[in-house]
């Protein structure tokens, strides 16, 4: 994600400024993720993937895709993609929980989309379904 962002903030003309000011996050925040030092939650990344028009999933993928007018709630997208993933493996949220080492209070409430994730915890779910992040946050 890092380097997406150092790139489509560059590609884009943008200051470490400008953009932290379009995304509504601080512009310390920005650089420690332009640096990959720090853990963020799904929502200020959906923040950054929408001020630079791409979707959330792409930015932590190889390469990032335009956001279309009217894209489904990146926790719409989240809650879906997991509960499928969790189903089609036959697994219970427990289950999911046990290979995960995420509560499974955690699990539920994601699915019931009242809880905005930190990418290491949606790193732990991914990993236990044999999914990429990006294939976790996509369409």
């Given amino acids: 994600m890092a380097a997406n962002l150092r ?3 560059a590609e884009s003309n943008w200051t470490s400024s400008a953009l932290a000011d379009q995304a509504h996050v601080s512009r310390r925040m920005l650089q420690l993720l332009e640096m990959g030092k720090v853990n963020v939650s799904l929502g ?3 923040k950054l993937a929408r001020a630079l028009g791409v979707t959330t999933g792409s930015l ?3 390469r990032p895709m335009a ?3 009217g894209a489904t709630s990146i926790e719409q997208v989240l809650a879906s993609n997991l509960q499928s993933a969790r189903k089609e493996r036959q697994m219970t ?3 999911l929980a046990q290979q995960s080492g995420v509560s499974r209070p955690v699990i539920a409430h994601i699915e019931r989309q009242a809880r905005n994730p930190s990418l290491q915890t949606l790193a732990r779910l991914a990993a236990a379904l044999d999914l990429s992040v990006e294939g976790l946050l996509s369409r």
């Fill in 7 to 9: 790139a489509l903030r």
């Fill in 67 to 69: 956001r279309q007018a």
């Fill in 44 to 46: 200020t990344v959906d």
């Fill in 93 to 95: 949220q427990e289950a």
């Fill in 60 to 62: 932590l993928g190889k």
